[in-house]
């Protein structure tokens, strides 16, 4: 982010720089609108490539709730690491919590989610967020999840 920014983008490049998260297993393709210490947006184009499509469900695809809820966290992930800094530095951030989860339209291959993620409060390590995923403009899933910051070993 350059000196007087107040937002940030950060390509697929960069996100694997700061979460160890990789494919299959990394649910987040960019992250927008990065603010740190407040919010962020998440895109993951949904393919039918991703591997759980195989078997959830063969004949009807559909995203499980589950990996929704993971670009969720790892978009949140990317916001703590870059409102940390430098101090992220030898950090992860683990997934602790899922509080009020609601799934309300299926996401299905060539949808495009965007995983808009807010912060609601920080304690020491302990991160709490609000994250709400649109399809189309419709919202299709939100939950508010828990974090905490830890020492990599």
Known sequence: MAEGDDSAILDITRIKQLIPHRYPFLMVDRVMD????????GIKNVTINEPYFAGHFPTLPVMPGVM????????????????????SEGKLVFFMAVESARFRKP???????????RLLRRRGSAWKFTGEVLVDDVVAAEATCLAMVVDRE
């Open 34 to 41: 990065v603010v740190p210490g407040e919010s962020a947006v």
């Open 107 to 117: 996401v299905v291959p060539g949808d495009r989610m965007v995983i808009n993620c």
């Open 68 to 87: 929704i809820i993971e670009a969720m966290a790892q978009t949140a992930s990317c916001l703590v690491m870059v409102t940390l800094g430098s101090e």
